[in-house]
């Protein structure tokens, strides 16, 4: 690592630090994490070069030259243990620990539900009908809220929460006239799945080289070429996340992450070319990747054999004349991803 002693400005709105003859300054706004976890070898390699007993790890994005996309970085302070305290403090009041925002924010019954358990307990009880009516998704938006630190054990919101809430105000302007916030309605939930609304992490190594960023599911073709893929294996990261290990020809190394542990499931059977074709199809729809073109792509197969494929799944009737699973598609992925319990509204919001 190229460790440079310094001095450090933490202003309310920026990081400045001195390279060459100025500053380079970066903003909090495009910091994706705050004091993210080292390995101890990490840990022990930066207090052996800095002589320093204290580090904090600071993960940021930062737009390219040319497109919309970004790349991440990373960075490390190293210092005394009060110089560090104070620096994840200042940071942890001014934006909050924001964990896994490559995930460009939450899901809508999410956010609905971390919006309700700001509010009264006669609220909550009042109005959760209209986060989901169905126990086992609002289970499992709890869990993910917890997991992403937005609420404790005892659904109390964190910092991190209101952090949350404040910024998508910008986008749902609060109603205070109404018992809930504008973003929610009275109206019936929707129950199609928006395939723009569901993106993987990615990231792809070679030696010491490597690239990372976020990927739309029906993008992933640019991304990843399925006859190039030599192993495709699921890794378990910890207790509730996984990620799908890919290594391909020439031998750089692909993960996805995923917030949903179903689409890495799913992805490893679409990127398989051993898989049954009507797997691979099965698989894309399933995760709401459903024009011809991503699909022709992403298994790499001619568009004769998609729609060959595509009429016996509706004879079959795994699908219907929309291409949406039936019950009986359903069933069909439950068994190929060996999931136990997945219902038509699970599937509809995955």
Same mark, same amino acid.
């Given at each position: 690592?190229a460790w440079k002693?310094?001095?450090?400005a933490f202003?309310?709105?920026?990081i400045? !630090?001195?390279s060459?003859?100025?500053w380079n300054?970066?903003? #909090?706004?495009?910091?994706e994490?705050?004091?993210?976890?080292l390995?101890p070898s990490?840990?022990? +390699?930066?207090?052996a070069d800095t002589?320093?007993? &204290?580090e904090i790890a600071i993960?940021?994005k930062?737009?390219?030259? !040319?497109?919309s996309?970004?790349?991440?970085y990373? /960075?490390i302070? &190293?210092?005394?243990p009060?110089d560090?305290?104070?620096i994840r403090t200042?940071?942890?009041? %001014?934006i909050?620990f924001r964990?896994? @925002?490559d995930?460009?924010?939450l899901k809508e019954e999410e @956010?609905r539900l971390?919006?309700?358990?700001t509010?009264e307990t006669?609220d909550? $009880?009042?109005?959760?009908?209209?986060v989901s009516?169905?126990?086992?998704?609002l289970?499992?938006? !709890?869990?993910?809220?917890?997991? %992403?630190?937005l609420?404790d054990?005892?659904a109390?919101i964190?910092q991190?929460?209101?952090?949350?809430?404040e910024?998508i105000? *910008? *986008?749902n302007?609060?109603?205070?006239a109404?018992?809930?916030?504008?973003?929610f309605?009275?109206?019936e939930?929707? +129950?199609?799945?928006t395939?723009k609304?569901n993106?993987? %992490?990615?990231?792809?190594? #070679?030696?010491?080289s490597?690239v990372?960023g976020t990927?739309?599911l029906e993008d992933l073709w640019?991304?990843?070429l399925?006859?190039?893929?030599? $192993?495709i294996?699921?890794n378990?990261?910890d207790?509730?996340d /996984? *990620?799908?290990? =890919?290594?391909n020809l020439?031998?750089a190394t692909?993960?996805?992450?995923?917030e949903?542990?179903?689409v890495l499931l799913?992805?490893?059977?679409?990127?398989n /070319?051993?898989?049954? =074709?009507?797997t691979r199809v099965l698989?894309? =729809? !399933?995760?709401?990747?459903k024009? *011809?073109?991503?699909?022709v792509n992403l298994?790499y197969?001619?568009?004769?054999?998609?729609e060959m494929s595509?009429?016996? /799944?509706?004879e079959?009737?795994?699908?219907? &004349?929309?291409?949406?699973l039936?019950?009986?598609?359903?069933?069909t992925i439950?068994?190929?991803l060996?999931i136990?319990?997945?219902?038509r509204?699970?599937q509809?919001?995955?």
């Open positions: 690592m002693n310094a001095v450090v202003t309310d709105n920026d400045w !630090f001195p060459g003859a100025g300054m970066i903003p #909090y706004k495009s910091i994490t705050v004091d993210r976890e390995s990490v840990r022990n +390699n930066v207090r002589g320093y007993s &204290a993960d940021y930062k737009n390219l030259i !040319f497109g996309s970004h790349i991440n990373s /960075m302070f &190293a210092g005394n009060e560090i305290e104070y200042h940071l942890l009041e %001014r909050g964990a896994n @925002t995930f460009d924010g @956010t971390l919006s309700l358990l509010r006669k909550i $009880n009042r109005y959760i009908s209209l009516t169905d126990g086992e998704v289970e499992r938006a !709890f869990d993910t809220l917890k997991i %992403r630190k609420v054990e005892n109390q964190t991190q929460g209101h952090y949350y809430l910024n105000k *910008e *986008e302007p609060f109603d205070n109404l018992p809930l916030p504008s973003l309605s009275s109206s939930i929707p +129950n199609t799945f395939p609304s993106i993987v %992490r990615y990231t792809k190594k #070679y030696e010491y490597s990372s990927v739309f640019y991304f990843v399925s006859p190039e893929i030599r $192993n294996s699921i378990k990261i207790i509730f /996984m *990620e799908l290990h =890919l290594q020439s031998g692909i993960l996805i992450e995923s949903d542990n179903r799913a992805l490893s059977k679409i990127l /070319m051993k898989e049954n =074709l009507h698989n894309c =729809l !399933f995760v709401g990747i024009e *011809e073109k991503d699909i298994l197969i001619e568009p004769h054999e998609l595509m009429k016996q /799944m509706l079959s009737k795994v699908i219907n &004349a929309e291409n949406i039936t019950e009986k598609g359903i069933e439950k068994h190929i060996k136990k319990n997945l219902s509204q699970e509809n919001v995955l």
